[in-house]
């Protein structure tokens, strides 16, 4: 079970941090962030593997930053710089081993939350 929060209202320019609450051993699984706009797919993130590589899309690097707590088996998300463009419901995804972010695993065998409402206002 997963289960995220943090989501808020904001301003462009401000700041978020989500979290994500895991039931099993983080350590074990690779983990990411997901997102989904109004109207619009889901889209990766950010993905962190079970040995800490990770990837980002190129609309956050160098604004969000991902990282993971495995003795308390949360995830989070260091989200600065907002732009409106990144309202979305934000969602957190683990998948058991190693999957890489264009991994087909995300959508074929990976564990969900329900998500949190993140909203960027201009």
């Known amino acids: 079970q997963l289960v995220e929060s943090g989501g808020d209202s904001v301003v462009a320019g401000g700041s978020l941090r989500l979290s994500c609450a895991a039931s099993r051993d983080t350590s074990r699984y690779s983990m990411g962030w997901f997102r989904q706009p109004p109207g619009k797919e889901r889209t990766g993130v950010v993905t962190?593997?079970?040995?800490?590589?990770?990837k980002y899309a190129e609309s956050v690097k160098d604004r969000f930053a991902i990282s993971k707590d495995n003795a308390k088996n949360e995830l989070y998300l260091q989200m600065d710089s907002l732009e409106p463009e990144d309202t979305a419901t934000y969602f957190c995804?683990?998948?058991?081993?190693?999957?890489?972010?264009?991994?087909?695993?995300?959508?074929?065998?990976?564990?969900w939350g329900r998500g949190t409402q993140v909203t960027v206002s201009s």
């Open positions: 962190m593997d079970n040995y800490g590589r990770t």
């Open positions: 995804a683990a998948v058991r081993g190693t999957a890489g972010f264009h991994s087909t695993q995300w959508h074929d065998n990976a564990s």
